[in-house]
């Protein structure tokens, strides 16, 4: 029922449409950044984070994104994506996941299903989904020979196309508890010899200039010089 009190409390919180939309978008953002948080935690939790990595995965993919001209919506879901492109991994039987060997055709087969579980997990949050389908591509290939789709060139959302790039990168340089990390300037030369095949030549020439930038403070540490091997 209608009461002056109900509209003095109507009209104590009646807020211009502009404001509300404004206050509406704010509480989003919030809640956004707290669900990318607690993914992260879940990552943490499961010992899948590069712990800081991740903040530099997503600083060059949101570099690479800005360079191929991505819009600002997309630059949003292009840093989702990269922050949790493995949380999926959290759905992999630990046996397979920290496997200090290589893995059997059979545990691949399982290993490679969690592209899926993330995106079946993203996809369920309103504003995540098309961060949620560069998390289900990016184990495709630029040839068509990746999965789990098998989608080719342009067919690849480009947020996929950047991590992928990225994640190799980032993995090709790292130690494992189980392996020593590759030197920098042998990742580069990976990545050139796979540009065209697994990695979109773009992408990967938009991204040189960020790993010859890891490159030389690396090699600035050691006081050598970086010219020789690019
Ligand atoms: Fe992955």
Partial sequence: MWTDNAASSA??????????????????SALRSSLICAFNQLLDLKDLNTGV???RLAEWA??????LGLERESLADMEVAALLHDIGKIGIADA??????????????????????????????PGMERASLMILHHHENFDGTGYPGGLKGEEIPMGSRI??????????????????????????????????????????????PLAQAEMTSVFAAAGTSVTAVL
């Fill in 62 to 67: 949101l570099h690479v994104a800005g360079e």
């Fill in 163 to 208: 991590v992928s790039v990225i994640d190799a990168f980032d993995a090709m340089v790292s130690t494992r508890p189980y392996r020593q990390g590759m030197p920098i300037e042998e990742a580069v030369r990976r990545l050139v010899a796979a540009s065209g095949t697994q990695f979109d030549p773009r992408v990967v020439n938009r991204f040189l």
């Fill in 11 to 28: 009209s104590h919180t009646w807020a211009p449409p502009a404001l509300h939309v404004k206050h509406v978008e704010e509480q989003l």
């Fill in 96 to 125: 397979i996941l920290n496997k200090p060997a290589k893995l059997t055709a059979e545990e691949y087969e399982v290993m490679k299903k969690h592209p899926e579980f993330g995106w079946a997990v993203l996809r369920q949050v």
């Fill in 53 to 55: 990595h991740s903040t």
